[in-house]
């Protein structure tokens, strides 16, 4: 019998959920509003998803999996710390709740997962993952397998930091954070007030702007820093770069190569490859059934 798996993705902003064949071929899509303050809400609507990719589903359904912002615990049945957002969120058991087993990763986390199990990292063992957006997550990848860590803060890789001199402080309490160097949400900061967005100031640096061009470099190259500096410690087969800001292409990556080329230790000519993920907006989703199907196997 064909396995068939649910990824689900609680957002702040959306819920985003997936019926998956093990192939992550999408049968099924669902996206609805979150209601983030409200907790009863979105909880009722990630159980009436499940419920309707159940009544859909004339396969056996073999795993579940839901992605959230915030660490998951070591058992990976809720997150377990995630202050400030989705109140109603931390500690609360989804297995419990459900009566299904639902196994809770972090959404960076599952971004990763998707690109493991059914993208650019199918078949590989070692690699790293970065999300470029509001702030900056990451996932890693060891032996196969996500590399959680104690307390599952592993992978955190927008808290590296790569200005140790600098007065603010991250959310981590890490100065001059790789976040806080490209995140969009420094980016007023680093433009002073010239730029609301990310998106902003790529199209200024496109057209040429001077001060564009100042501002969006020397992210990238904190950016290439923090990479080399990766690539250092776990020596990865592959790079994977996602989240929105990926979404510059070009205006990001032939900077971010020329940096990289400038700053990696690449012993015997061996570069380690880059790539944009496979997945945009639906990643945390298939992420989380691929993450499901890995611990359901087992």
């Not at 057209?207 to 992210?219: I, K």
């Not at 292409?249 to 790539?275: C, H, S, V």
């Amino acid at each position: 019998m064909e396995k068939l798996a649910i990824g689900i993705d609680l957002g702040c902003t959306h819920i985003k959920a997936v019926l998956v064949k093990a192939d992550g071929s999408i049968l099924k899509e669902i996206r609805e509003d979150t209601q983030e303050h409200n907790d009863q809400h979105w909880k009722g609507e990630v159980i009436r998803i499940i419920n309707e990719f159940k009544n859909h589903s004339q396969y056996k359904i073999t795993a579940i999996g839901l992605s959230a912002p915030g660490l998951a615990n070591a058992s990976n049945t809720c997150i377990e710390f995630m202050p400030g957002r989705l109140p109603g969120l931390e500690n609360f058991d989804w297995s419990d709740f459900s009566g299904d087993r639902i196994f809770v990763l972090n959404d960076a986390h599952a971004a990763l997962m998707a690109e493991a199990q059914f993208g650019s990292a199918k078949n590989l063992k070692h690699v790293i993952m970065l999300t470029l957006g509001t702030g900056v997550g990451g996932g890693i990848l060891i032996n196969g397998q996500l590399y959680q860590g104690m307390n599952q803060m592993a992978g955190h890789l927008g808290h590296v930091t790569v200005d140790a001199m600098a007065i603010d402080l991250d959310v981590t309490n890490m100065p001059g954070s790789l976040e806080d160097a490209i995140g969009n949400l420094s980016i007023k900061q680093r433009s002073n007030g010239k730029f609301e967005t990310t998106w902003d100031l790529v199209k200024a640096f496109e057209e040429g702007d001077s001060f564009a061009t100042d501002v969006w470099l020397a992210s990238v190259r904190k950016l290439a820093v923090a990479i080399a500096s990766f690539v250092n410690i776990v020596s990865p087969e592959l790079i994977i770069i996602g989240g929105g800001i990926s979404k510059a292409n070009d205006l990001l990556l032939k900077p971010l190569n020329e940096y990289r080329a400038q700053f990696e230790w690449r012993p015997g000519g061996k570069i380690t490859p880059m790539q944009l993920a496979q997945f945009s907006d639906l990643a945390g989703a298939l992420g989380a059934a691929g993450f499901a199907l890995s611990k359901s196997s087992k």
